[in-house]
């Protein structure tokens, strides 16, 4: 019969704080898919640790899941770049992404009550106000927060989690969109909003999957005026 094991562990601080890695990780990727770090632009542990005032292991540490998103390349003794759009990996999450939101939208006709419909409203007249002012991250923003409210309150809260972390791939085609692309979104979100005010779940998940299916065109027209930002598998 074996024997326990005989450990002497610290006690956990249950007090959450995001690590030096966490918080490096969060900024990279936000500059990423917002294009403040543009497609093949290259990156130096270096000088990303002394910016942020970190040392070079959570730097490192950031990369790496960086790397594992596909959003950066990372060759040992070479330089590390951000990598350039890829359609493969666009469409890749937007099938992922279709399946999630689609599923959430049936379940949200089901589960949202009015006051759920009012806030869902509040964000879109807030998007109209963004585009009013043609401040398109705060619109990009509010198109996020938009989808997101919408797992939450169907109760599928975790369905968000997965997409935030898989869509990363559309968000530059997405913010390089907002320039010609703001109004459609919205009447969108407009259309979504109807269907599930009547509680028609196969509308609601219609509308959905047509407003991410745009995102295939959008890549077409971007990838033709920003070619040096595309990979060749476009």
């Known amino acids: 019969m074996s024997e326990s094991a005989s450990l002497r562990l610290a006690p956990l601080d249950l007090v959450e704080r995001p690590s030096a890695a966490d918080q490096v990780f969060a900024e990279l990727r936000h500059a990423i898919l917002t294009l403040q770090i543009v497609p093949g632009a290259k990156l130096s542990e270096v000088d990303v640790a002394a910016q942020m005032g970190v040392s070079r292991q959570p730097v490192r540490d950031a990369f790496y899941r960086l790397a594992k998103l596909g959003l950066l390349s990372i060759r040992p003794q070479r330089a590390t770049t951000v990598t350039l759009i890829s359609r493969e990996a666009v469409m890749r999450a937007r099938f992922l992404r279709t399946a999630l939101e689609v599923e959430t939208l049936r379940t949200a006709a089901d589960r949202v009550t009015d006051a759920d419909l009012q806030a869902l409203q509040g964000i879109i007249e807030e998007q109209a106000q963004a585009m009013k002012s043609d401040d398109r991250l705060v619109f990009h923003t509010l198109d996020d927060i938009f989808h997101r409210e ?85």
Do not use: N, P
């Open 150 to 234: 919408i797992c939450i309150r169907a109760g599928v809260g975790f369905a968000w989690d997965l997409i935030h972390e898989m869509k990363a791939h559309m968000d530059r085609v997405r913010m390089l969109s907002l320039a010609f692309a703001s109004q459609r979104a919205w009447d969108d979100h407009v259309a979504i909003l109807a269907a599930l005010a009547t509680r028609d779940g196969e509308a609601a998940a219609a509308h959905m999957r047509r407003h991410l299916s745009r995102i295939s065109e959008i890549y077409d027209r971007i990838r033709d005026e920003r070619s040096d930002w595309f990979a060749a598998d476009g």
